[in-house]
């Protein structure tokens, strides 16, 4: 495919290494990589960078027009639909050629004067990467909290800010993750402290305005736990959640007695999950305590172990209960059943519920913000494929609902012109496989015209649905763009998830496989004119598919790829790690370190031909570290057949989310397409 063959890529430098465990030894040429601050290794990338500009240079006015086209579809200053907390209505609005959001509010109501609590272009300034996240303004509405990370790993300072006099406070929290929650009295505030080495939030710490000490709470021990702190809706109980893959354990405390010791609500056990949350004389709790797919429980205030709990809504073996959202006579479920996403509304006054009307074949259905436990309004939102994200507030009391707001698309997009279907695939053991897929309506089903399936199938994630306007880019040359609902994921319930791990992991891969084989069958694509794409574990799966039927797609974009498990997995000091036995397993037992050596896609790659590929990842990545990308691209290039493309492109200045900004990470999304569209000849 290679038709600048005569531009030779980097060639990395072989140094191995060897690793012995359970009696089996394996060689790793390119370990070397793992030192971001090797001169060596930035040499390397930055080689990469400039051999994945040359080769693409011919498409380089097409980045640049893809960019300023996705850019054109967004609304340049816009505002988010203001909510009620507190007599004060909270939005986030953007300005013209601004990447970043302002924060605002207005006292009483929409027609009083702006107060803009925190303006991120403001902080921005002289950063190449900026995020804001864990905003939490106190009970008396004077003071903001609000964590800031300007290197893109994860690990974010808290500040705090007096909303009467703009004053940023001297206070300044270090390696956390962002998130706090005030106590009733103003000026206290807890937060989780992340380890600086693995990153991994393990203490909760008590912090009092003015004083430079601050107090360890609650550390959690166990290195597959990671622990955070909330607060429940109510605002009577501060929540510290311990939580890992398959067991939870909370703790709370009166948010007026911040000062006393957090008592656990119900002690944690292998495999049982839960979560709390407070109204009027009961804690209400979501487990899945012989309940595989979860169920709704009650229980006393003062008697909070698992003997007191009441059952409210048992378990279903067809729907899956995945949130809670209370309100003073309404109790609010959100529900999963046949892949789709519900919306129940309980009346507790009158013990009568009904759902929200959704109709369109793929689509997605999400509770929104509701902090006022008085309101009669239900905040959701609805969107799918060729639905704008909308906003809608449902009345409780009339069952009425009213569009608030619906993502204004520029440039003329016009939802009729495309559509939107949902399949079924059968996978090797004859399960049903959803795929959601969206094309323009003069897409050929000759199976001859190119299509880009999506998957990921990981950690119980399910991959909804969703609108994407920068999709249009794609659509409008003729792709057809399918997402493949497969195991590892949610979609179908929690077995859906229990049947695509551990020991099951590789069902989350042949069922990908039998997607792109069905949609084949279908005639919506061939396999000259199939591309795949997937990110983080979604970039494993791309790493195990291309391993076991490389002839099946043209082109590949995999996105910080999760791809050298067994060597991650056997490191305790990278972020993630320990958290993750019970999705991956633990490859110090030889069980688990035979399997997952067995799909490994770094351990896996061998002398055959390959299909093109688009390899990306970011140099402060806490996620997926860099070098795994990294050194699967070396390897590749190493024992490889075939003369298709391979580039690797590492933003070096971002992390696992990639570029900050609104407009900024839209370059990375035009680099993906374009590399798509050279291999169409588009």
């Given at each position: 495919?290679?038709?600048?063959?005569?531009?030779?890529?980097?060639?990395?430098?072989?140094?191995?290494?060897?690793?012995?465990?359970?009696?089996?030894?394996?060689?790793?040429?390119?370990?070397?990589?793992?030192?971001?601050?090797?001169?060596?290794?930035?040499?390397?990338?930055?080689?990469?960078?400039?051999?994945?500009?040359?080769?693409?240079?011919?498409?380089?006015?097409?980045?640049?027009?893809?960019?300023?086209?996705?850019?054109?579809?967004?609304?340049?200053?816009?505002?988010?639909?203001?909510?009620?907390?507190?007599?004060?209505?909270?939005?986030?609005?953007?300005?013209?050629?601004k990447e970043y959001p302002v924060y605002c509010r207005k006292k009483g109501?929409?027609?009083?004067?702006?107060?803009?609590?925190?303006?991120?272009?403001?902080?921005?300034?002289?950063?190449?990467?900026?995020?804001?996240?864990?905003?939490?303004?106190?009970?008396?509405?004077?003071?903001?909290?609000?964590?800031?990370?300007?290197?893109?790993?994860?690990?974010?300072?808290?500040?705090?800010?007096?909303?009467?006099?703009?004053?940023?406070?001297?206070?300044?929290?270090?390696?956390?993750?962002?998130?706090?929650?005030?106590?009733?009295?103003?000026?206290?505030?807890?937060?989780?402290?992340?380890?600086?080495?693995?990153?991994?939030?393990?203490?909760?710490?008590?912090?009092?305005?003015?004083?430079?000490?601050?107090?360890?709470?609650?550390?959690?021990?166990?290195?597959?736990?990671?622990?955070?702190?909330?607060?429940?809706?109510?605002?009577?109980?501060?929540?510290?959640?311990s939580e890992s893959t398959l067991s939870s354990e909370s703790r709370i405390?009166?948010?007026?007695?911040?000062?006393?010791?957090?008592?656990?609500?119900?002690?944690?056990?292998?495999?049982?999950?839960?979560?709390?949350?407070?109204?009027?004389?009961?804690?209400?709790?979501?487990?899945?305590?012989?309940?595989?797919?979860?169920?709704?429980?009650?229980?006393?205030?003062?008697?909070?172990?698992?003997?007191n709990w009441k059952e409210l809504i048992p378990n279903r073996p067809d729907?899956?209960?995945?949130?809670?959202?209370?309100?003073?006579?309404?109790?609010?479920?959100?529900?999963?059943?046949?892949?789709?996403?519900?919306?129940?509304?309980?009346?507790?006054?009158?013990?009568?519920?009904?759902?929200?009307?959704?109709?369109?074949?793929?689509?997605?259905?999400?509770?929104?913000?509701?902090?006022?436990?008085?309101?009669?309004?239900?905040?959701?939102?609805?969107?799918?494929?060729?639905?704008?994200?909308?906003?809608?507030?449902?009345?409780?009391?009339?069952?009425?609902?009213?569009?608030?707001?619906?993502?204004?698309?520029?440039?003329?997009?016009?939802?009729?012109?495309?559509?939107?279907?949902?399949?079924?695939?059968?996978?090797?053991?004859?399960?049903?496989?959803?795929?959601?897929?969206?094309?323009?309506?003069?897409?050929?089903?000759?199976?001859?015209?190119?299509?880009?399936?999506?998957?990921?199938?990981?950690?119980?994630?399910?991959?909804?649905?969703?609108?994407?306007?920068?999709?249009?880019?794609?659509?409008?040359?003729?792709?057809?763009?399918?997402?493949?609902?497969?195991?590892?994921?949610?979609?179908?319930?929690?077995?859906?998830?229990?049947?695509?791990?551990?020991?099951?992991?590789?069902?989350?891969?042949?069922?990908?496989?039998?997607?792109?084989?069905?949609?084949?069958?279908?005639?919506?694509?061939?396999?000259?004119?199939?591309?795949?794409?997937?990110?983080?574990?979604?970039?494993?799966?791309?790493?195990?598919?291309?391993?076991?039927?490389?002839?099946?797609?043209?082109?590949?974009?995999?996105?910080?790829?999760?791809?050298?498990?067994?060597?991650?997995?056997?490191?305790?000091?990278?972020?993630?790690?320990?958290?993750?036995?019970?999705?991956?397993?633990?490859?110090?037992?030889?069980?688990?370190?035979?399997?997952?050596?067995?799909?490994?896609?770094?351990?896996?790659?061998?002398?055959?031909?390959?299909?093109?590929?688009?390899?990306?990842?970011?140099?402060?990545?806490?996620?997926?570290?860099?070098?795994?990308?990294?050194?699967?691209?070396?390897?590749?290039?190493?024992?490889?057949?075939?003369?298709?493309?391979?580039?690797?492109?590492?933003?070096?200045?971002?992390?696992?989310?990639?570029?900050?900004?609104?407009?900024?990470?839209?370059?990375?999304?035009?680099?993906?397409?374009?590399?798509?569209?050279?291999?169409?000849?588009?």
């Amino acid at each position: 495919m290679n038709d600048q063959a005569d531009i030779k890529p980097p060639v990395a430098e072989k140094i191995a290494k060897e690793f012995s465990i359970h009696g089996d030894k394996r060689i790793d040429n390119y370990y070397w990589m793992n030192d971001r601050e090797n001169p060596k290794v930035l040499a390397w990338l930055n080689a990469e960078n400039a051999y994945l500009d040359t080769i693409l240079s011919p498409e380089k006015k097409l980045r640049e027009k893809l960019f300023e086209e996705m850019k054109s579809r967004i609304k340049e200053t816009d505002m988010s639909v203001p909510y009620l907390k507190n007599g004060y209505y909270y939005y986030t609005r953007f300005e013209a050629g601004k990447e970043y959001p302002v924060y605002c509010r207005k006292k009483g109501s929409l027609e009083a004067a702006e107060q803009v609590i925190l303006n991120v272009n403001d902080l921005a300034a002289g950063h190449p990467y900026c995020h804001v996240g864990g905003m939490s303004v106190s009970p008396d509405a004077t003071l903001l909290a609000y964590g800031i990370d300007t290197v893109s790993r994860r690990r974010y300072a808290i500040h705090i800010k007096n909303l009467e006099t703009n004053e940023v406070l001297t206070d300044v929290i270090p390696e956390t993750t962002a998130a706090s929650t005030w106590a009733s009295d103003n000026k206290t505030l807890f937060y989780t402290r992340k380890d600086t080495v693995t990153l991994r939030g393990d203490r909760i710490m008590r912090h009092t305005l003015g004083t430079a000490a601050d107090k360890e709470v609650y550390h959690e021990a166990d290195e597959t736990f990671d622990v955070s702190v909330s607060k429940t809706k109510s605002g009577k109980y501060i929540v510290i959640n311990s939580e890992s893959t398959l067991s939870s354990e909370s703790r709370i405390l009166d948010a007026a007695k911040p000062n006393d010791a957090f008592r656990v609500f119900q002690p944690r056990e292998k495999e049982m999950l839960y979560s709390i949350d407070h109204r009027d004389d009961k804690f209400y709790i979501v487990t899945n305590w012989d309940a595989l797919n979860f169920r709704l429980m009650e229980s006393p205030l003062d008697k909070t172990s698992r003997q007191n709990w009441k059952e409210l809504i048992p378990n279903r073996p067809d729907v899956l209960l995945e949130g809670l959202q209370l309100f003073k006579d309404f109790t609010v479920l959100e529900e999963r059943k046949g892949g789709l996403t519900l919306i129940r509304v309980i009346n507790d006054k009158t013990h009568t519920d009904k759902y929200l009307p959704f109709s369109e074949a793929a689509y997605t259905a999400s509770v929104g913000n509701n902090p006022e436990m008085d309101s009669k309004e239900l905040r959701y939102n609805y969107t799918s494929m060729i639905t704008p994200n909308s906003v809608y507030d449902y009345n409780l009391e009339t069952g009425k609902s009213e569009l608030k707001r619906q993502q204004e698309v520029l440039g003329g997009y016009d939802p009729k012109d495309y559509a939107t279907e949902r399949l079924f695939a059968t996978a090797t053991d004859g399960t049903r496989i959803p795929v959601s897929i969206v094309y323009r309506k003069t897409f050929e089903k000759n199976g001859k015209c190119p299509l880009l399936l999506y998957g990921y199938g990981s950690y119980g994630h399910s991959m909804d649905a969703t609108f994407d306007s920068g999709l249009l880019s794609l659509l409008d040359r003729g792709f057809a763009f399918a997402i493949a609902h497969i195991r590892g994921g949610q979609e179908m319930g929690r077995q859906w998830y229990e049947d695509g791990k551990m020991f099951k992991k590789k069902n989350t891969f042949t069922d990908f496989i039998a997607c792109a084989h069905y949609l084949i069958e279908q005639r919506y694509t061939d396999s000259a004119h199939l591309y795949a794409m997937g990110g983080s574990a979604g970039g494993l799966l791309m790493g195990a598919v291309v391993n076991m039927e490389p002839q099946l797609f043209h082109g590949i974009v995999a996105q910080v790829p999760f791809v050298d498990v067994v060597t991650t997995m056997l490191d305790e000091t990278i972020p993630l790690t320990t958290g993750e036995f019970d999705e991956w397993g633990n490859p110090k037992n030889k069980d688990s370190y035979d399997y997952m050596k067995s799909y490994s896609p770094y351990d896996n790659v061998t002398a055959k031909a390959y299909p093109n590929m688009l390899v990306t990842t970011g140099l402060h990545d806490s996620q997926v570290q860099y070098w795994e990308p990294a050194k699967w691209v070396a390897k590749l290039r190493e024992l490889k057949t075939d003369h298709n493309l391979l580039l690797l492109h590492t933003n070096m200045e971002a992390g696992h989310g990639g570029a900050s900004g609104r407009f900024k990470a839209l370059h990375e999304v035009a680099l993906d397409y374009a590399f798509l569209l050279k291999l169409e000849g588009k």
